[in-house]
């Protein structure tokens, strides 16, 4: 994760039903023409591999698993991370314009784009039950320095969102949805301590979760569904935490260490979704400073393979192919 101050702050895997799946080469982003987004004419055929690359101003999308770079959507403001839903629609924030624009699976124009005025969003999910789309807004984008963030809904990813708070959170970081639609969001509490939030299926506000796992003081802590857990990361030891989640507490129940990553640079990650068929070891794609990689997990150790080298990566996400 990447060590933030609130008031400054700038901000796996085979898809089945979102993730995504290792086996990737690595491929640098040189296609194309120069600032202009573009795609293959084949790109839309294949699962593909998101990856925003928040320097560039940039998201590059690679067929998933060969790692072919199929084409980049460009001239973007800030991409901090992306998401995708299990039709293949993909959502890019943009952090400096307050926007969250959709994509068509594997195209290179924009559908539509939501608006989230007033904020700086983070980070995105959708939820698999319902549609709706979540965005966590680490602060006011116009505020005083050091005003709060928050939590929007965007009901069907559409329309004007629905705004949520808790006193427990002030800068809301990053999202994820569980298999049964279970929002969770995690980010600072008071004195950049870290805090976690859950908005259960069909409730309308949100719950303080108490996590028995120490997370460091200011640093971001990346929250997302491993298809049993919530993975929890702390960059200032370079792993992650598997969390199960009971009421309103949160207990340790493993960790995932990582080796050859940047300290405090531990960006949006994404999970594979590993069929039988496929006999995988399960994986977990990292974005990390400029490199963009997957590791084994939860074993963790080594990286087992580099995807991408990038200017500043923020964030990863698998789009499902027909």
Known sequence: MRRFVPAFAAAALLVVA???SGGLAPVEPNAGSPGL???LKDAAKHNLLYVSDEGAGTVY???YPWGKLEGTLTNLAGPSS????DAGHVWVVESQTSEIVEYDHGGSKPVATLQDP???PSDCAVNPKTGDLAVANVFEQYGSQGSPGN???YKKAA??????TTPDVINYMYVTYDSQGNLFVDGFAAYNDFALAELPAGASALTTIKVDQKISSGNTADVKWDGKYLAIGDSSVNALYQIAVRGTRGKRVGKTSLQSVTPGFLGHICFPKITRRTGEAARVIIPNNTTVGYWAYPSGGRMKRRIARLIFAGGAAVSKGP
């Open 159 to 164: 329309g004007k969102p629905q705004t949520l």
């Open 37 to 39: 987004s573009w795609n």
């Open 18 to 20: 979102g993730g995504c």
């Open 61 to 63: 999308f690679y067929s």
């Open 151 to 153: 939590l929007v809904l």
């Open 118 to 120: 007033g904020y700086r």
């Open 82 to 85: 992306v998401c995708a839903d």
